[in-house]
Structures are given as C-alpha cells and as structure tokens.
C-alpha cells in the first residue's frame, strides 16, 4: 500500500495563470539571486534528466541549456502549466502527472539526473524520496531544493509559506518538516545525502532560508567510502 504525504498545496498558484506565474518566476528577484547562483553548481548534467514538479518550465529550461543532455522530462499535476511549458521549452518533454506516483515507462533506473525545486516541500518529501529512489539510475543524482518551513508561521500543525504575485498574496500550506526530517526521509528509501547547502535571502520583507540537498543511492555512496 501506498502511503500518499499529509500536506499539499492548499491554495495560492493554483489561483494563478500558467502565465502569470511563469512571468513571476523569471522576474523574481530570488530566481536571480539566490536560486541560479546557488543551484547551478550541482546540475552537473548529463544523460537523462527529470524535472519533478516543473511548472513553467522554468528550471527544466535551465537543464536544456546544459550539454551533455540527451533527454530532459518535466513533469507537474497541472495540466494548465504543462502545456505552457512546452511552448516555453519546446526541446524537453512534459507530462501531466502525479509527482507523488511517478513511475517513468521506462523502468526502474532510468534517469542520471533528478531535480526537484520549490515544490517538493509540499508535494511531500516521503513522495519525493520514493520517486527518486524508484526514479534515479544507480550512479545518478538528484538535487533537491526547498524553503526552511521554520521562517514560516506555524497554524494548526502546518507552516504557511506566502509569496508576493503582482499585488496579490499567495499562501501555501506546507508540512512541519526540517533539513532533518528530510534527510530521514532520504535514508528511509535508501538514498544517501552527498551534499548541502544553506543560502539566507531576505525577500518581500521576509526572510528565507533555502536548503539545497544533493543525494544518491546509498549502496554507491558505500561502495565510494569503503
């Protein structure tokens, strides 16, 4: 049996356009400073790459960039910002799916790369850890990146994590969770953490704290240190 994560996006870009928030995303300011900056250095790319949670397509674009690409697959739950993100970055392949489920028709292993932004907090990290455990090929990598819940307010036992969208305020609920707990969730579907990051920002008058976890199948991290 599946267990599915206890928190999703409750509200907020969902009110919003594919367009409008792809607009949002290349003119914010924390895209620029902070997110590239700090990112960039880890997608060593190369092979088969996927996109979890792509939206626009924002980062999925960034990845084609790269050489050494030979596949690149983004895939989001909104059928809205798929289709957007194939006239964004027509060179990569999108799908509509469940990231919490997503088992590549290609089999096991398939991809040596797995890149996951601002969305894995509340697709939920035990999801994430068991799509890239199935996902991710032996000697690949993935690179998650997220927000530290704990600069958010806590409501109910859940973090609300707000954003600025032109004058709108947009509000995501997200889990309670902490750079440990995803780590714990890492180890518990046999990934093993290679690298992290931690970058503070000060955005929209709030401060953040974006964490940038780089991990790989735990056999081969024990196989490298013995």
Not at 163 to 177: A, E, K, L, P, T
Request: proline residues 3%; glycine residues 8%.
């Amino acid at each position: 049996m599946i267990l599915l994560p206890q928190y999703r996006s409750t509200s907020g870009f969902a009110d919003l356009s594919a367009e409008t928030y792809h607009r949002w995303r290349l003119e914010s300011q924390f895209l620029s400073r902070i997110e590239r900056p700090r990112i960039l250095p880890f997608l060593r790319a190369g092979g088969r790459v996927l996109d979890l949670g792509a939206g626009s397509g924002v980062w999925t674009a960034e990845i084609v960039k790269q050489q050494a690409v030979t596949d690149v697959v983004g895939i989001d739950d909104s059928t809205e910002m798929v289709d957007y993100a194939r006239l964004y970055c027509p060179d990569a392949a999108f799908e509509a799916a469940d990231a919490r489920l997503y088992r590549d028709a290609r089999g096991q292993g398939s991809f040596d790369l797995i890149i996951g932004g601002m969305s894995c907090d509340y697709i939920g990290f035990a999801a994430v850890a068991r799509v890239v455990q199935y996902n991710l090929h032996p000697r690949g990598r993935a690179v998650l990146w997220f927000l530290d819940p704990t600069r958010y307010r806590l409501s109910n036992g859940f973090r609300i994590k707000q954003w600025q969208v032109d004058d709108q305020i947009i509000s995501i609920r997200v889990g309670n969770f902490s750079l440990f707990s995803v780590a714990r969730e890492l180890r518990k579907a046999r990934l093993a953490v290679r690298a992290t990051s931690t970058v503070f920002s000060l955005d929209d008058g709030i401060e953040r704290m974006l964490h940038v976890v780089e991990c790989i199948h735990q056999r081969k991290f024990q196989s490298n240190v013995v």
